[in-house]
């Protein structure tokens, strides 16, 4: 299965462009994401870049040859983002990766533990001021200062150096503002400390508190991705390592005894034969040669079910041999292999970002400095007119927050609030309290546990703008053959019209499977299967010819047979008699396909096919007609077959389209969606003949079944052919772009809301005002509960 763009499906085009993969690190917030995507966009070569937060990957395009992706690094590198270029190996990256999480959440959890104990020291100094206990050590002011340096140097250090060097490269972001906050509220404690002449009072434990809340909740956050991403990584964990290599194997003789080599799976060439024992991984996909066992395929289909498999039966990499032994020869290798194109196709998806996502992109670029300008024009307001218009309510509000800082130093009543300190700790809380951690995260996540889900359940949903159209879909198009029928088809009928024109000693089904042996299609099979089960010969044909959905023709026996449609074999000059057209009418009439055959330009017969409904197809068809779903058939069959199924479905005749050739059926998705309803469509398919309309359909969804190219055309792929799947394909899209939905909302009201009330909108009315550690506590919580409602996601899919 080759997964490519829409683009590049003419093998005739040389590739314009080629995709580098760097993990990036040191990103922790979307203004960190803007900055890495312009970085790399403006690198000499680059295209485009696609930079994820929740996973940490950038997927950059750049011309071919021309960008040194160790130099692309090192440019992110030297800009404060540790990078290095993606390995091959996925294992090792998926190795990598875990280290580095690892060590990542030892750093992070250290850093809290301190923060921590700071915290709690701090809370008790604070608290002893109002229940009149008196601490000689945890209550004194000089003690609270050096909790405050403490927390500054160790726990808040990373942050402040990180926050600065943001600064200098002119790409601010969620740190600079954390620790200009923080520096900000210890600097004027400190004033206040050493010059209490001033009448400034001391608030050394609201660092303390920012830096904690700020440290758990990026804690929290950072656990909640990892399980976010849990899926994706259990998915790189099924790739086998190793594989039992036959070096000399003997077809006629070969014994699953034989000897065999352990060599790395990534080795193993195509054409080489493997051992595979019971309880080992699949290393590749192949062909079983020899014995025969069940598979747990699970992994691939999300059936728990085995399924046994004997010679000639193809295998998957990954899936696990259960009862026994048994030698495959390997057919695809390496990044070939059916589960290295999942692996690629989902690591893709999370980084295609939704259409919603741009605006809190485009936000997260000038975010930090509209917190910036936000907190000075804070400052600016209430130090030269708000201190003024409403001193009452300062003073009061500042007697209340003074308490600790009286009982502290022993004097006897507090001092009114300075009109500066006020106004400087609004600015700051007003920098404290933006998240744009929140909005980075709120499309990556539920994308990375959407697409993890429905990896585990086969169903291949190829990114976030795919989640968004799926969404706002209101049509859904069916092709029949292979799709909603079982494309397996059968002969019911063979009519010889006129015996004296076929060659002596062949019948018309010899002659028709003769033709149909130069082209693969549901009705040819049909045809070669019915001459086999009659057990009779097939004669040799050359110069083949093929008009897809149309008709198919050869010379057998040194003469022209034309296999088709009624239509096609007119336009080849064929006349169709009134009794030929009586017989096509009553078989098509009872939804059989009709084949006419003719011979050196004259019609020698028909032969009818009938295939019948996949079991699941009318249940899927009131399934999605229930959501509100115009469900459409689409086929290039007679109207009366293509009534008959859709009777069978419980379709409108409205809704039922036949006779459209391929060519022709990317025009009628084009037409759905330029008319007067401006229909959203989604096409459902599985042949290289719904590659077009696959393409031009709003959302293409194929069959894994189906074609190659059918497959790399459509935004989805239902790994267990099950037309069913179309409904959980559906409703696991809508479910996720919920969730991003809900997660772009709450980070945009949590500043919405959370920048005025952290500006004293609400201090002269209500006396309500957002300290700098509450505020710091809001932020966090934030990030925390976006990436929870992310997770959530898996829950009402297990409800489901």
Not at 587 to 597: Q, R
């Amino acid at each position: 299965m080759q997964l490519v763009s829409k683009t590049n499906l003419d093998p005739e085009l040389a590739p314009t462009s080629e995709t580098i993969i760097l993990d990036v690190g040191g990103m922790k917030c979307a203004g960190c994401v803007s900055a890495v995507e312009r970085q790399l966009t403006q690198y000499p070569g680059v295209k485009t870049a696609c930079v994820n937060l929740a996973t940490e990957v950038a997927v950059v395009e750049s011309e071919v040859g021309v960008v040194d992706e160790d130099a692309l690094a090192k440019r992110l590198t030297t800009a404060g983002f540790p990078t290095q270029p993606r390995k091959s190996n996925h294992q090792a990256a998926l190795e990598d990766s875990a280290n580095r999480q690892h060590q990542e959440m030892r750093a992070a959890f250290r850093q809290l533990a301190i923060a921590a104990i700071l915290l709690v020291l701090s809370g008790i100094g604070h608290l002893s001021s109002f229940i009149g206990v008196t601490w000689p050590i945890l209550d004194n002011i000089w003690f609270h200062c050096g909790l405050a340096t403490v927390a500054l140097l160790f726990p808040g250090r990373p942050i402040i150096v990180d926050g600065w060097l943001g600064w200098r490269r002119n790409s601010p972001n969620m740190n600079t503002l954390i620790g200009l906050g923080t520096i900000t509220a210890y600097t004027a404690s400190l004033v206040a400390l050493l010059f209490p002449q001033m009448g400034w009072e001391c608030f050394f434990d609201e660092p303390v508190m920012m830096l904690g809340f700020i440290l758990l909740g990026r804690t929290l956050e950072r656990q909640a991705r990892g399980r976010a991403a849990n899926a994706f990584r259990q998915l790189l964990a099924l790739q086998p390592q190793v594989a039992r290599l036959i070096p000399n194997p003997n077809p006629e003789k070969l014994g699953i005894a034989a000897n065999s080599i352990e060599i790395p799976a990534e080795q193993v060439r195509v054409g080489e034969w493997l051992q595979v024992l019971p309880g080992d991984k699949i290393p590749v996909d192949g062909e079983v040669r020899f014995g025969q066992t069940t598979i747990d395929e699970s992994m691939l289909t999300g059936e728990a079910v085995p399924v046994s498999k004997q010679a000639g039966d193809l295998v998957t990499a990954g899936t696990i041999n259960q009862s026994g032994a048994i030698a495959i020869q390997a057919t695809r290798t390496g990044n070939d292999t059916t589960l290295a194109q999942i692996v690629a196709l989902v690591e893709a998806a999370q980084t295609r970002k939704a259409p919603v996502q741009k605006l809190a992109d485009k936000v997260a670029g000038y975010f930090t400095y509209g917190v910036l300008t936000a907190s000075v024009l804070t400052f600016v307001f209430w130090y030269f007119f708000g201190t003024h218009l409403w001193p009452d309510a300062i003073i009061s509000n500042g007697m209340e927050m003074m308490s600790h800082t009286a009982h502290s130093n022993n004097s006897p009543l507090p001092t009114p609030h300075s009109p500066l300190l006020t106004s400087l700790k609004l600015a700051i809380a007003v920098m404290v309290v933006a998240c744009p951690c929140a909005l980075g995260l709120a499309t990556p996540t539920a994308i990375l546990v959407g697409t993890g889900i429905g990896a585990e359940r086969g169903l291949l949903i190829k990114g976030g703008d795919v989640l968004e159209k799926v969404h706002q879909l209101n049509t859904v198009v069916f092709d029949k053959t292979g799709t909603l029928t079982t494309g397996n088809p059968t002969v019911t009928d063979c009519l010889e019209l006129a015996h004296s024109l076929l060659p002596t000693s062949y019948s018309l089904i010899q002659l028709a499977a003769a033709v149909e042996s130069g082209t693969y299609h549901p009705l040819a099979k049909a045809i070669q299967q019915e001459v086999q089960r009659l057990q009779l010969s097939i004669p040799n044909a050359v110069d083949f010819h093929t008009e897809p959905g149309l008709g198919v023709s050869a010379v057998v026996e040194e003469t022209t047979v034309l296999l088709g449609n009624q239509d096609w074999l007119s336009w080849h000059g064929v006349v169709v008699s009134e009794i030929a057209k009586q017989e096509i009418q009553r078989l098509a009439t009872a939804g059989k396909t009709v084949v006419c055959v003719a011979v050196a330009g004259n019609l020698a017969g028909l032969i009818a096919i009938q295939d019948t409904l996949r079991p699941d197809a009318k249940t899927t068809v009131e399934k999605l007609q229930h959501k509100g779903l115009r469900v459409m058939l689409l086929s290039g069959d007679r109207q009366e077959a293509a009534n008959a199924i859709g009777k069978q479905l419980g379709l409108d005749h409205a809704d039922i389209i036949a006779g459209v050739p391929p060519s022709k059926k990317a025009e009628l998705i084009k037409s759905l969606q330029t008319g007067t309803q401006h229909s959203i469509v989604a096409m459902v398919g599985d042949g290289i003949n719904d590659a077009p309309a696959l393409s031009q359909a709003d959302v293409g969804i194929a069959l894994h079944s189906g074609t190659d190219v059918a497959m790399e055309t459509a935004e989805i792929i239902l790994m267990r052919d099950r037309l069913s799947d179309v409904v959980e394909s559906i409703s696991l899209s809508r479910a996720t772009f919920n969730k991003i939905r809900q997660n772009l909302f709450w980070a945009f009201a949590y500043n919405t809301l959370g920048i005025p009330l952290a500006a004293g909108v609400l201090l002269p009315s209500m006396g309500f005002v957002l300290s700098p550690s509450n505020a710091a506590a809001l932020m966090a919580f934030s990030s925390v509960s976006v990436v929870t409602n992310s997770i959530f996601l898996r829950r009402l899919a297990h409800r489901r």
